[in-house]
C-alpha cells in the first residue's frame, strides 16, 4: 500500500508561483514513477509532469513548471510559476508501480487527495 499527501496549494495571482509537495510512504521511492495530474471544474483529469527514469511535461505547462524529487525525503514536488488563471484546478499526486510514467491516469494505483490551487487575474 502506498499513501500520498499532498501539500502546498492555496490562492495566488497571476504571474506568481506556488510549490506544491507530495510526501509518499508505503514503497521503495527511488524506484516509483511519480506525477502531477490536475482537474478542473467540468473537465478531465489530466496530466501536468511525471517523473521516472525521465520527465514528462505537458505542453501547456512547460518553461513554467518543474518536477523534481527528493528520494532521501519521499518527496517529489511541482514548481509552479507564471501561473495562469487556467492553472486553477485540483493538483493530484499520483505513483506508478515501477519506475515509469503514464499520461493516462485510470493507468495509476495509488492517489493523495489533491490540493486545489487557484489562480486570480
Given amino acids: 500500500q502506498v499513501q500520498l499527501v499532498e501539500s502546498g496549494g492555496g490562492l495566488v495571482q497571476a504571474g506568481g508561483s506556488l510549490r506544491l509537495s507530495c510526501a509518499a510512504s508505503g514503497r521503495t521511492f527511488s524506484s516509483t514513477g511519480m506525477a502531477w495530474f490536475r482537474q478542473a471544474p467540468g473537465k478531465e483529469r489530466e496530466i501536468v509532469a511525471a517523473s521516472a527514469s525521465n520527465t514528462y511535461y505537458a505542453e501547456s505547462v ?60
Fill in 62 to 121: 512547460k518553461g513554467r513548471f518543474t518536477i523534481s524529487r527528493d528520494n532521501a525525503k519521499n518527496t517529489v514536488y511541482l514548481q509552479m510559476n507564471t501561473l495562469k488563471p487556467e492553472d486553477t484546478a485540483v493538483y493530484y499526486c499520483a505513483a506508478a508501480v515501477g519506475l515509469i510514467y503514464y499520461i493516462d491516469p485510470t493507468r495509476y494505483y495509488y492517489w493523495g487527495q489533491g490540493t486545489q490551487v487557484t489562480v486570480s487575474s
